[in-house]
């Protein structure tokens, strides 16, 4: 039992060497008690947190279970409500009369954040000029561009890319008698009369966390004004069309190389392929009581542990390869790895290197670009018989 160490606010406390290593060790204490017999670490995967959280007093939703009222969480529930056959005063407890006058009285649906935005015009409810830009271009060329997605941690980028792709289709769903009713309800004006390019700049201070400055803002306004009628005329076009053709086979990419898993819960939900047999042989699925949960990285609380010792210098925390084989949550069964033929010598081979196979050491690569498969299949290294 390793006795608790306290830390108390003060100029005369010091965190001494002692202190920290106590408190290292009583976190992977706990933490290695919450690890299942499979090697992982179950946890929830709540989803779309933007559209579970209850309905808030004042008519509005959060961004999470305790978050305040914000314009893109509100917009987006009000619209799910609406789909679903719900009217413009129907809901429990009139909410929908009651978030349309929360979202008419912060400014209107013009005021949500970018991603609301993006799917509003998606819809039909707003319109692609009141978007930034989102150049399918910035695909090309990761050498020549600063702000490549390639920069961007996983999940941004995943996320981005359809949406990138989206505005440079400019797609916009069928425009249906409910879709024209939406229009006049989510603004203060009529929907034909409103400046799209000033929505560009227009947030909600509900939903604003992090206010663009001046160098942003005039980097999207050049983008605005000059890049994107130059890449949308007839001299350019051909550009744009092999920039979007480009996404589309990225995204083709990552859900062949997830088989249509994909990295998280925001992506698509397409049930023919999600319901494939492929998932019959996943083992990424935790069976919980109420539902099945996505499992998180077991990798990355693996390497918070190896990492933390490593810098402490903790010489007698004990970590071993597990010989006896145990079932894991890992795309690897067998000697099958699932992904994309041609990827799979890339992802195993540094993997079953000299180094991650003699000596008993273990090999720390950087998985950054791999996603979930590249994690998961150095997870199953780490815990299932080296031999394998």
């Known amino acids: 039992m390793i006795p608790q160490v306290k830390v108390e606010d003060g100029d005369d406390w010091k965190i001494t060497y002692e202190?920290?290593?106590?408190?290292?060790?009583?976190?992977?204490?706990?933490?290695?008690?919450?690890?299942?017999?499979?090697?992982?670490?179950?946890?929830?995967?709540?989803?779309?947190?933007?559209?579970?959280?209850?309905?808030?007093?004042d008519g509005g939703w959060g961004l999470h279970i305790d978050g305040p009222s914000m314009m893109m969480c509100t917009v987006l529930n009000y619209l799910a409500m609406r789909i679903l056959g719900e009217g413009p005063d129907g809901g429990l407890d009139n909410a929908c009369a009651r978030a349309r006058?929360?979202?008419?009285?912060?400014?209107?649906?013009?005021?949500?954040?970018?991603?609301?935005?993006?799917?509003?015009?998606?819809?039909?409810?707003?319109?692609?000029?009141?978007?930034?830009?989102?150049?399918p271009e910035f695909w090309f060329h990761?050498?020549?561009?600063?702000?490549?997605?390639?920069?961007?941690?996983?999940?941004?980028?995943?996320?981005?890319?359809?949406?990138?792709?989206?505005?440079?289709?400019?797609?916009?769903?069928?425009?249906?008698?409910?879709?024209?009713?939406?229009?006049?309800?989510?603004?203060?004006?009529?929907?034909?009369?409103?400046?799209?390019?000033?929505?560009?700049?227009?947030?909600a201070k509900e939903d604003n966390y992090y206010p663009h400055g001046t160098l942003q803002r005039?980097?999207?306004?050049?983008?605005?004004?000059?890049?994107?009628?130059?890449?949308?005329?007839?001299?350019?076009?051909?550009?744009?069309?092999?920039?979007?053709q480009k996404l589309i086979d990225h995204i083709h990419?990552?859900?062949?190389?997830?088989?249509?898993?994909?990295?998280?819960?925001?992506e698509k939900v397409d049930f023919d392929r999600l319901a494939s047999p492929v998932l019959e042989k996943l083992r990424n699925l935790w069976d919980h009581a109420d539902n099945l949960k996505m499992l998180r990285g077991s990798l990355f609380d693996v390497q918070a542990i190896l990492q933390d010792t490593e810098d402490k210098r903790m010489p007698d925390m004990e970590f071993h390869i597990v010989h006896d084989r145990?079932?894991?949550?890992s795309i690897v069964v067998e000697s099958e790895v699932y992904g994309r033929e041609e990827d799979k010598e890339n992802i195993v081979k540094p993997l079953l290197s000299g180094e991650a196979t003699q000596g008993g050491g273990v090999l720390c690569i950087s998985i950054t670009g791999l996603g979930w498969p590249g994690k998961t299949t150095l997870a199953q290294l780490l815990f299932n018989d080296r031999g394998d």
């Open 142 to 203: 990761q050498t020549l561009v600063p702000l490549h997605p390639s920069k961007m941690l996983c999940y941004s980028r995943l996320t981005f890319m359809p949406m990138s792709y989206l505005y440079g289709k400019r797609f916009v769903g069928p425009i249906t008698p409910l879709i024209q009713q939406l229009r006049e309800e989510l603004y203060n004006q009529p929907f034909h009369q409103i400046k799209w390019s000033k929505g560009r700049h227009c947030c």
């Open 326 to 329: 145990r079932e894991s949550s």
């Open 218 to 244: 005039l980097m999207w306004d050049s983008f605005y004004y000059v890049a994107e009628p130059l890449l949308n005329s007839r001299f350019f076009k051909s550009i744009r069309e092999n920039a979007v």
């Open 253 to 266: 990419y990552e859900d062949e190389n997830s088989r249509y898993i994909s990295i998280g819960c925001v």
């Open 101 to 135: 006058k929360w979202i008419l009285d912060h400014g209107g649906a013009m005021f949500s954040g970018s991603w609301g935005k993006t799917l509003m015009a998606i819809l039909g409810v707003y319109d692609w000029a009141g978007c930034n830009p989102m150049p």
């Open 19 to 57: 202190t920290a290593d106590a408190t290292l060790r009583r976190a992977i204490n706990f933490w290695s008690a919450l690890q299942t017999p499979h090697g992982h670490w179950p946890a929830h995967c709540t989803g779309a947190m933007f559209t579970l959280p209850p309905f808030n007093e």
